[in-house]
């Protein structure tokens, strides 16, 4: 029995040759789809959990706890654990959760009962990811936090860790849920979300460029002095936000757009929804933004607004997803 594959369907979700190098693997492992979908979550998870870590060393003025790397303070383990020193390592070390959590993906991408290559190439896509995130962490250090490492820290998070771990998430749950009616998106629905995508790049980009100009280095809690980005003087913070604050505005009216669409060209209920959260989330995230920003960017509010960034790229990717993968072969 097979769902029924709309016109748009990409072929990489079916099912490929199994590797023939990894016969002797498969003959002994065995991963259900369930088990993937396990793998999957724990790598989204872990990757939502690492970016509220690392926003916590922002605000906490923590990014230089350690002042060198990859050791701290030129040994494996802290020999003073101070609170700089102790969230910064601490971020450090969920590195291995995560990098363990994408290396548990690609080992049940391998052994799938019914091997899928995109399962594969975006397990390790995550792990790569973890690399070049630990590499830019370390030039961040090296380099005593500039704006520019650390923007392109936060950037690859969501961009390369977070996209592709809700990604893979959507996909191996198709493998696990009973065959759904028809409904896939026509091409109206589909390029009305997937418009979402670098709206939503732009608004992300200037969030971090108007984090970059503002109080929040991550050196104040060791008392190092952070070069930020300025390009208007003491006028640069205000600049960029109101810059920030329009992109974001019309990424929301884009959101309610698009979930017009859907709406009326009768898309499904999963995507309907999924792009009513985003909605209420990119509006939450200019009422916290405002309040902040008059209250001159106290640091739990700063934290509360990265964390809601993160979990609006995790809703907007899953419409994405919704949009350009509504059914599959099984």
Known sequence: MARTTSPSAVDDTASAPEPRRLGWLRRRFTSSPERMLLAARIALVTNVGIMLSGGLVRVSGSGLGCSNWPKCDTRVLPSEVHAPTFIEFGNRLLTFAVGAAAIFAIFCALTQVRYRKDFTVLSVVLLLGVALQAV????????????????AHYLVSILVLLVPAVMLVWRAGQDTRAP?????PDRLTRSSVLALLPLGVLALAAGTLATASGPHGGGAGTGDVVQRFDIH?????????????????????????????????????QLQLTLTGAALLVALQGVIGLIQYGLELPHALVWVHVALSAITWVAVAWAWQNARLATQPV
């Open 233 to 269: 003087g003491t006028g640069t913070l205000e600049w960029v936000v109101q810059r920030h604050g329009a992109i974001s505005a019309i990424f929301g009216l884009a959101i309610v757009v698009a979930w017009v669409v859907a709406k009326t060209r009768g898309a499904s209920p």
């Open 136 to 151: 830019i962490g370390g030039l961040s250090v090296l380099y005593d936090l500039d704006w520019i490492w650390i923007s």
């Open 180 to 184: 759904r009616e028809p409904g896939a």
